[in-house]
């Protein structure tokens, strides 16, 4: 309380108290949005905030906090346990007794584990507390099914360039800002941080400030900030990424399914927002080491000859001299020929393995290595293609149950077309004799 407010960070002073100040998220908070209708109504009901960092959870918790009747309490999920949490939750029944509604706001809910969450369960259902959390996990990932079903959750997007620009030009003019002092700012500076804050209002002011303080002093007091600082300032972007989150499997998805549709542009830049962002690139090459049977298959045999070969060199010298072994097998992968015909007859095949009656083996395709077996008629009736000139036979292979079962239908799209002839002229051979 006694914190002087010009120590505070330039995010913090500026921090919105009212939703009229509060910037982005139009789509929840704009006029007769549901959102709205509900901080305005003070008709708040259990809630999850799901979004990136920097774009206002914490901040429209503290705004609901102002506008509703309710006690709020601020709870982090870093720093607290189930301890912590019972003494809440005491403290929210005491207020019920009292006919006060209780407000819970959970940071980083993500962090709390299933016991955690579930400490929170029986006081959300029976109304002894109103809860908010805030993650930037997928919630459906990171929250009880229980407890994530009486919450309503509400997507939080990134902050466009614009919304940060006019946060920015807020913050140079706001007393509690850069209000009082003369800064003299270049055309295109503003534009040049909201691309490097990527929707993070807090990176944004954060990149602001530092900007503004390494700005060069005149004489008159006023502050002059130069292109090379503002350069230093946003040398390096911190690319939003977990590798056990949602956005690792947002971003493997995006690059696959560019390959898949033959764009090396597009496929190139998810494997470098990967990379740079501190994937293993050995989990990348497995996936393209995939992708080349997947959806590349006969119709390029060498795709898979150009994933494994990308595989080892990422084993035999990583990052980040791997990264352009990577990009060829990427862009490779997207200009070949495409045919999922492989992942189409393994698939068929395995519901027949998994649902058919699992029928023996046929007799005449099991080694006899033991006279029991001989006796057993064991290999009796096998027809060895090698003894034929065609080097083929018409001896059935499958179970009788599934004679005829057709798993793979080749395409016609680069090579596997002439695998795909191979195979008529075979099955034609076949029929003729069977």
Sequence with gaps: MFEARDNQPLAARLRPETLDDFVGQRHLLGAGKVLRRLIDDDRISSMIFWGPPGVGKTTLARIIANRTRAAFIDFSAVTSGIKEIRGVMQQAEENRRFGEKTIVFVDEIHRFNKAQQDAFLPFVEK?????????????????????????????????????????????????????????????????????????????????????????????DGSVKVTEEAVAQCVSKKSLLYDKSGEEHYNLISALHKSMRNSDPQAAVYWLARMLEAGEDPIYIARRV??????????????????????????????????????????????????????????????????????????????????????????????????????????????????????????????????????????????????
Excluded at 130 to 137: H, K, R, S, Y
Excluded at 319 to 340: D, F, G, I, R, W
Excluded at 406 to 433: H, M, N, S, V
């Design 127 to 219: 109304g002894s507390i109103i809860l908010i959390g805030a993650t930037t996990e997928n919630p459906s990932f990171e929250v009880n099914a229980a407890l994530l079903s009486r919450c309503k959750v509400f997507v939080l997007q990134a902050l466009s360039a614009e919304d940060l620009t006019a946060l920015m030009k807020h913050a140079l003019a706001d007393p509690r800002g850069f209000g009082g002092q003369q800064i003299d700012l270049p055309d295109g500076l503003l534009t040049r941080i909201a691309a490097f804050a990527n929707g993070d209002a807090r990176t944004a002011l954060s990149t602001l400030e530092m900007a503004v303080l390494n700005g060069e002093l005149d004489a």
């Design 289 to 434: 080491t995939r992708f080349a049977s997947e959806d590349v298959g006969l119709a390029d045999p060498r795709a898979l000859e150009q994933a494994v070969a990308a595989f080892q060199a990422c084993r035999l010298i990583g990052m980040p001299e791997c990264s352009v072994h990577l990009t060829q097998a990427v862009v490779y992968m997207a200009l070949a020929p495409k045919s999922n015909a492989m992942e189409v007859a393994y698939m068929a095949a395995r519901d027949d393995a998994e649902k058919a009656l699992a029928e023996p083996v046929p007799l005449h395709l099991r080694n006899a290595v033991t006279g029991l077996m001989r006796e057993l008629d064991y290999g009796k009736g096998y027809q060895y293609a090698h003894d034929y000139d065609e080097k083929l036979t018409a001896m059935t292979c499958l179970p009788d149950s599934l004679a005829g079962k057709r798993y793979y239908a080749p395409t016609r799209q680069g090579e596997e077309a002439a695998f795909a002839d191979r195979l008529e002229e075979i099955e034609a051979w076949k029929g003729k004799r069977q």
